[in-house]
C-alpha cells in the first residue's frame, strides 16, 4: 500500500488532523511525529509545553535547521554547478538560504500562517517567518531523516519556488546595501584587504574584512577586490539580520564614540579673554 495513503488512513480519527494535513500541502508527505512541527511553528514569545509539559519554542531547531538546510543547498548547488568556482557556488548558496528569501518563502508556502506566537510582526521582528522556516527544516530532518528532507529542499522549495539558474544570474550589491543602511544610521564603516593569497600566482585570492565602528562584521574571499568585498558585505548583513546582540553593540560602540566626541568637543578652550576679567584688569 502507498506509504501516503497508509498515513493518511491512521489520520481519520486524529484530533490534530487538520495540522497534520496542513503541513502534507507544505511537504508534500505526511508528518510522523507532529509535535516536532508544533515545536518548529512556536515563536519564543508563545508558551508551547511539549507532551512532557516543559515550556519549548523553535530556536533549538532553527539552529540545527539552518546547518541543515545549508548542507543541502550546498550539494544541490554544486552538483546544478560543475563548472563554477568556489565564490559562485557560495554566492548562489547565500542568496537561497538569506534571511529575504527564506521569509519570502515561509509565505508563499503558507507557514507564516500556522507560526504560533504571542506578539505582533513589526520591523524588527521581520525574521518571524525565516527563522521558523529552518525550525520547520530541523523538524523534517528528525522526523523523516535527511533523504526526506534533501527530497523537500529539491523538490518542493528548488523545484517550485526557486529557479537556481536565474537566481545565479541575478546581480546583488551587498556593499552598496550594506553602506547606504550605515549612513542612514551615521555609522562608521570600512573595509579592509587583511591578505592576498597567491600574490605572485595568476589567481590571487583576495581576502577583505568589513569593520562597523571598529567591530569585525564580516570576512569576504575573491578572485578580486571586488568580489572580496562583495562577499563581506554579505555576511556582514547575514550577521547583522541574524544576531540582535552584535547589532546592538555595534549602535552601542557608536553612541559611545558620538559622546566621546562631543566631550572632547565641549572641552575645546575659547581663543577670547572673557570681557567681565578683561574689565577688572583694565580698572585695576
Known sequence: ????????????????????????D????YPHN???YQTALAHRSKVYKNHSGRAVNNERLEYLGDAVLETIVSDIVFKKFPRRREGFLTNVRSKVVQRSTLNLLAEKMGLSQLISLNTRPTTRR????GNAFEAFIGAVYLDR??????????????????????LSRKEENFKSRLLEWSQKNKLRAEFKLENMEGENSNSPVFNTIILLEGKKAGKGR????????QNA???????????????????AAKESRTAMEAQEFAALPSTEASPVLADKTAKN
Do not use: P, W
Not at 126 to 129: A, L, P, R, S, V
Open 233 to 251: 558585505a554579505h555576511q556582514a548583513l547575514e550577521m547583522l539580520n541574524k544576531d540582535t546582540k552584535f547589532k546592538d553593540s555595534i549602535f
Open 1 to 24: 500500500m502507498n506509504t501516503n495513503l497508509l498515513d493518511r488512513l491512521k489520520l481519520l480519527f486524529r484530533k490534530d488532523k487538520e495540522l497534520y494535513f496542513q503541513i502534507y
Open 222 to 229: 575573491g578572485y578580486s577586490k571586488k568580489e572580496s568585498q
Open 126 to 129: 521581520n525574521n518571524i517567518g
Open 145 to 166: 531523516g535527511f533523504k526526506k528532507c534533501y527530497e523537500f529542499v529539491d523538490k518542493r522549495i528548488l523545484g517550485q519556488y526557486i529557479n537556481l539558474e536565474a
Open 26 to 29: 507544505i511537504l508534500g508527505f
Open 34 to 36: 507532529i509535535e516536532l
